[in-house]
């Protein structure tokens, strides 16, 4: 913070040496205050809840025993694949779900059951072993780029719903830029911490990796379900209402 008010006071200095008048650097200032506050706060909940570093031991489960070259391809097509879709619902919010006829609840509950579903397979089911029986022409039959990485894990109903809660807040062009470079930002992050999956597993070896996947599936059946009841609350709460 005390960077961005140095910041900000270099460059009223500067812009009133070039001749602009108090009343526009006020408005300069104001609009520069607006997007240094408006990305910090943005980028912290987007880095919060998304949680880069958190995905990337999830990652390591999900594409265990695959190569260094698929894991990167991988890891390219869910960030990009997340990406797109947080940046659909920061330029045009809830319309897309009203438009589609979806609740956010019913969201919620959707992706926790997919969640789930995904859970007891890293609890039950040897990724490893699956992997290495499978011939090369069928690669595509687990990839996990699209689900469970891209949705809901980056691109989840929490993402969406603060992508939305922002753009709502700051419909203006200044707020939806700053609120799309937040969200690049923290792809970004995500990407580059899916890179180091390779390091991770060397690092746990063969039967760290087993442990840590069936650590992780019952941590993402816990959130699964913790999604199903968020999205229940509301339904709920309506019913007992009437």
Do not use: W
Not at 98 to 114: C, D, E, K, N, Q
């Amino acid at each position: 913070m005390q960077k961005a008010i140095a910041a900000s006071t270099a460059f009223t200095e500067r812009y009133r040496k070039a001749g602009f008048n108090d009343a526009c650097l006020k408005g300069y200032k104001i609009l520069f205050d607006f997007s240094t506050t408006l990305f910090i706060t943005s980028f912290v909940t987007l880095f919060v809840i998304i949680d880069p570093i958190g995905l990337t031991p999830v990652f390591v489960s999900l594409t265990n025993g695959e190569t260094i070259a698929a894991r990167r391809a991988i890891a390219l097509r869910a960030t990009v694949i997340g990406a797109v879709i947080l940046l659909i619902f920061c330029l045009f919010g809830e319309s897309v779900l009203t438009f589609l006829g979806i609740s956010l609840p019913a969201f919620r509950i959707s992706g926790g059951v997919l969640l789930f579903l995904t859970a007891l397979d890293m609890l039950f089911t040897g990724r490893r072993k699956r992997h290495a029986a499978q011939s090369d022409a069928e690669p595509a039959e687990n990839d996990p780029s699209v689900f469970p990485l891209a949705i809901p894990l980056i691109a989840g109903p929490g993402a969406i719903t603060t992508m939305i809660l922002l753009s709502s807040t700051h419909p203006d062009i200044a707020g939806t830029i700053t609120l799309s470079l937040v969200m690049l930002a923290v792809i970004i992050l995500v990407f580059l911490c899916f890179l180091t999956a390779p390091m991770i597993e060397k690092a746990l070896g063969d039967t760290g990796t087993e442990v840590v996947t069936r650590l992780l599936g019952m941590l993402l059946a816990a959130l699964a379900i913790q999604f199903i009841l968020e999205g229940l609350s509301p339904v709920l709460s309506e019913i007992f209402q009437k």
